[in-house]
């Protein structure tokens, strides 16, 4: 069964930081389009970071450069974001997310498999 279990979501005051994980099980992450995602009630899920495995390019949304940070630890089979400097607007359910295409998938509609999902609060 072709599964990601996320981690690491909480309350955090503004300024501070969290790790989110996400562990993949049933299939290796090293071949997959990786993302994470975010989303808050009553808008669209939207695209905060991912990874091509073709070439190993980046994007990150404008509104998380240079705060957050994308990472995969291929040996425990985990995709990770860092997140420093959380704002307020950061609060929302965060996703993580994979595809099996070699491609940089920015959207949503495009990833086949989710994880839970994570609450990240940032409030004073």
């Known amino acids: 069964q072709l599964q990601l279990v996320e981690s690491g979501g909480g309350l955090v005051q503004p300024g501070g930081s969290l790790r989110l994980s996400c562990a993949a099980s049933?299939?290796?992450?090293?071949?997959?389009?990786i993302g994470w995602f975010r989303q808050v009630p009553g808008k669209e899920r939207e695209g905060v970071s991912c990874?091509?495995?073709?070439?190993?390019?980046?994007y990150y949304a404008d509104s998380v450069k240079g705060r957050f940070t994308i990472s995969r630890d291929s040996a425990k089979n985990t995709m990770y974001l860092q997140m420093n400097n959380l704002k307020p607007e950061d609060t929302a359910v965060y996703y993580c997310?994979?595809?099996?295409?070699?491609?940089?998938?920015?959207?949503?509609?495009?990833?086949?498999?989710w994880g839970q999902g994570t609450q990240v609060t940032v409030s004073s």
């Open positions: 997310a994979a595809d099996p295409t070699y491609e940089l998938l920015l959207h949503p509609g495009q990833y086949d498999l």
């Open positions: 990874i091509s495995p073709r070439d190993g390019r980046i």
């Open positions: 049933g299939f290796t992450l090293d071949y997959y389009a």
